[in-house]
């Protein structure tokens, strides 16, 4: 099953364990004192009442049957409430929780490629690269991406389980892989490879036989990824991430995602720029999709050629491509070409392609090129660490080092106009709209501004291309209806009002301009009642308070 070092050991495995969970802390322990983020933290957590107030009955009911924001992880959404009922708003907390269970699953990475192995030093490479490789940095500075750090500890966790299964096949044994992999899956859906991987292990380091029965042993694993794949994808498609073929054409994506197979190689190499968001490109030059598409096939033929003398080639090669083949884009949720934190788990196979073919050439420089490669990813983590301290600093980054990123100056801008700085709130709204026209929250969020400034028939009209562009979202309609209000035009208004409250029952904000436009009709006992459901759903809203202190309700 595996071959042991002969060279008597200078660094024993325990120090090893020390050394790797101690610089990865030490190496994100910056992350202690950031922020929560306004991408994905405001409205997923802090907005998220069912996860802000920790663990309820009515919350673990919640979590198991939502697909709010456009996902389903309860495990994943068990973890923030736990974070929040420990810790609070305290992000500090927050933050170090995921950087400890990606410490843990990096020492559980080099224990579980020594234990197939038994080479140390390879082992410790791969995990040493896991742990603090640049475009991890996303996957653990960001506290919404909880979700990539927990799926990757019940994949390590349960390949282990797995080993366990494989010296002694027992059903006690399998149904405790199978437990960890439901885990995993209701982590994150990424997950879903996991069966493929095994079977790659099979063959090597393992060099397990009977094909028929190894196959036979991934069958249960396999329809759970595939009920938990069909699961997610009805969540995505409700909230409306899963992008249309109209939206992006089958050629564009495969295009891209030839392009991003080799792109995340390059980053793997020399990962600058890094950024949170990739803008998808208008298309890809075709000679550039020719070449990664022909260099992936000549890397694949050769692997396939080298397996009988390097079967880690082949092992390392098809784990990348397998998986990152959930998330390469042909089935696109996002707007986004591609993201740093889909590489996770996909670059271990590179790693460990690295490792043993260096371990085979057994020359000096070898491992100083190795120790140098390290220290210099060590050092670019360092570096990228502090871009997600705020939003401020992840927009701007993302805008410095990428080109028309209009989601990085659409954040921007609406995190400026909740400071009250209106004017550059606007330069980075009328940007974002520049750079891509057809976004209907930019288009709504611009439109806000401008009625904050004054600017009422310029709003309208922004909030009127938002609802062309996006009938079913509620909140333009719900902006439209209360700037129609102030323009006197109430029946319009109305009829803008009672459509937001028909696709979200439970916008105070609709309720409130309801009560304004029957104020305005001069109904103002009917105005009360909206008055007060507005107030029922939001206790806190001080001018439906007004409204009802002036109409002599309270």
């Known amino acids: 099953m595996k071959k042991t070092d002969v060279k008597p050991k200078v660094v024993s495995d325990l120090t090893i364990y020390l050394l790797l969970f101690a610089i990865t802390v030490v190496v994100y322990s910056q992350v202690y004192n950031y922020a929560f983020l306004s991408f994905d933290d405001n409205q997923g957590l802090l907005g998220n009442r069912q996860v802000r107030d920790g663990f309820s009955w009515s919350g673990i009911a919640w979590a198991f049957t939502t697909g709010y924001a456009s996902n389903w992880f309860p495990v994943t959404w068990f973890s923030h409430m736990l974070d929040f009922q420990l810790f609070g708003l305290d992000p500090g907390w927050h933050h170090l929780t995921n950087v400890l269970i990606h410490a843990v699953s990096a020492v559980l990475l080099f224990a579980l490629l020594k234990r197939m192995t038994g080479r140390v030093w390879g082992s410790a490479f791969v995990a040493f690269v896991f742990a603090l490789h640049p475009l991890h940095v996303e996957s653990v500075a960001w506290v919404s991406e909880r979700k990539d750090v927990l799926f990757a500890f019940f994949w390590f966790l349960t390949t282990w389980l797995y080993l366990d299964f494989v010296e002694r096949r027992t059903i006690g044994k399998y149904l405790l892989v199978v437990a960890a992999f439901c885990l995993g899956l209701m982590s994150k859906q990424m997950i879903v490879t996991l069966p493929f991987t095994l079977l790659l ?59 991003a197979y080799v792109i995340y190689l390059a980053n793997f190499f020399w990962p600058t720029g890094l950024a949170f968001f990739y803008p998808y490109p208008a298309r890809w030059p075709v000679w550039e999709v020719a070449l990664a598409v022909i260099a992936i096939g000549v890397v694949s033929v050769l692997a396939v050629i080298a397996y009988r003398t390097r079967p880690y080639l082949a092992v390392g090669w098809f784990w990348y491509l397998g998986t990152l083949a959930p998330v390469i884009g042909l089935i696109q949720v996002g707007r986004q070409a591609r993201a740093d934190r889909y590489t996770y788990i996909p670059l271990i196979g590179i790693s460990i392609m690295l490792a043993w073919a260096g371990a085979e050439l057994k020359k000096g420089p070898v491992k100083l090129v190795a120790i140098a490669a390290c220290l210099f990813w060590a050092a670019m983590t360092w570096m990228q660490i502090p871009y997600w301290k705020d939003s401020a600093a992840l927009y701007n980054r993302a805008i410095a080092v990428t080109d028309a990123n209009y989601l990085a100056h659409l954040n921007l801008g609406v995190d400026l106009a909740a400071q009250g700085d209106y004017q550059k709130a606007l330069r980075e709204l009328y940007t974002s709209i520049e750079e891509n026209p057809d976004q209907a929250h930019a288009r709504n969020s611009l439109g806000g501004v401008l009625y904050t400034v004054g600017r009422k028939d310029e709003a309208i009209e922004q909030f009127t291309q938002a609802i062309r562009l996006e009938p079913q979202d509620a909140e333009p309609h719900c902006n439209l209806g209360n700037a129609l209000v102030d323009a006197g035009k109430v029946d319009d208004a109305i009829r803008e009002l009672n459509t937001a409250l028909r696709l979200n029952p439970g916008m105070a904000n609709a309720y409130f301009g309801l009560g304004r436009a029957l104020v305005a009709e001069k109904r103002p006992q009917e105005a009360v009642t909206y008055f007060l459901e507005a107030l029922r759903i939001n206790p806190n809203f001080a001018q439906a308070r007004e409204e009802l202190k002036a109409l002599g309700a309270q």
């Open 201 to 259: 292990l099979d063959a090597w380091p393992l060099k397990r036989t009977g094909v028929r029965i190894l196959i036979l042993e991934k069958v249960p694993l396999v329809v759970l990824s595939i009920a938990a794949s069909a699961i997610a994808f009805l969540a995505q498609r409700k909230g409306g991430a899963v992008q249309s073929f109209a939206s992006i054409p089958l050629a564009s994506r495969a295009a891209n995602a030839a392009m």
